[in-house]
């Protein structure tokens, strides 16, 4: 059993930045590809980032040039830096494996842009 916990979220105002991080535990080596997710107030949860365990890496249209993905094997780790941030990001992030599996979802960690 794989368990997920993110960090890393807060209050930032637009234009600031935020590093979130997903510590995985369980057995991890069954997860080839990891993500993160958010989902706003009233919006379906979407994707925004994802990595192989290769470090190839596919970010959303609406992130693309201001998120990175990235992942530290050794310490079983995927972080999302978060830079230029506007208030159209303000969501519960979550990380996932990709595509996501039921029983991976975890709390979320709140990110809440002001303008």
């Known amino acids: 059993q794989v368990h997920l916990v993110e960090s890393g979220g807060g209050l930032v105002q637009a234009g600031g930045s935020l590093r979130l991080s997903c510590a995985a535990s369980?057995?991890?080596?069954?997860?080839?590809?990891m993500a993160w997710y958010r989902q706003a107030p009233g919006k379906q949860r979407e994707l925004v980032a994802g990595?192989?365990?290769?470090?190839?890496?596919n970010y959303a249209d609406s992130v693309k040039g201001r998120f990175t993905i990235s992942r530290d094997n050794t310490k079983n780790t995927v972080y999302l830096q978060m830079n230029s941030l506007k208030p159209e990001d303000t969501a519960v992030y979550y990380c996932?494996?990709?595509?996501?599996?039921?029983?991976?979802w975890g709390q979320g960690t709140q990110v809440t842009v002001s303008s």
């Open positions: 996932n494996a990709l595509p996501p599996r039921e029983v991976y």
């Open positions: 369980g057995n991890i080596f069954s997860i080839n590809a």
């Open positions: 990595i192989t365990i290769g470090g190839s890496t």
